[in-house]
Nanobody, 125 residues
Framework: QSQLVESGGGSVQTGGSLRLSCVVSGFILDYYAIGWSRQAPGKEREGVSC????????LYADSVKGRFTISRDNAKNTVYLQMDSLKPEDTAVYYC??????????????????WGQGTQVTVSS
């Protein structure tokens, strides 16, 4: 069964850190760009980060640059999002996604062809 399963969300105070994990099964990561997005209550889903192995490019939303880091462990078929210096405005449900590598290379974005179920991150002030 092909699926993406996120974990690692939780509640932290401002300035804290969390590492989100996304275990990917049934997909070969080399064929996809990997991405993280988030959706806060009452807001549209926002792209947070997108990594494409084909050219090694990594994109981050301006709001998280310098604080979030995307990575992957091929051996574990797992994608990570390290989140440091968290702020209350980072509160959202976070989703990992896979995007066809050719589409991602052309569009330089992770539109998300496949999605996980999401994990809640809450940052209190």
């Amino acid at each position: 069964q092909s699926q993406l399963v996120e974990s690692g969300g939780g509640s932290v105070q401002t300035g804290g850190s969390l590492r989100l994990s996304c275990v990917v099964s049934g997909f070969i990561l080399d064929y996809y760009a990997i991405g993280w997005s988030r959706q806060a209550p009452g807001k549209e889903r926002e792209g947070v980060s997108c990594f494409s192995w084909s050219d090694g490019s990594t994109l981050y939303a301006d709001s998280v640059k310098g604080r979030f880091t995307i990575s992957r462990d091929n051996a574990k078929n797992t994608v990570y999002l390290q989140m440091d210096s968290l702020k209350p405005e980072d509160t959202a449900v976070y989703y990992c996604s896979l995007t066809d590598i050719q589409v991602a290379t052309i569009t330089r974005s992770c539109r998300g062809d496949y999605w996980g179920q999401g994990t809640q991150v809450t940052v209190s002030s």
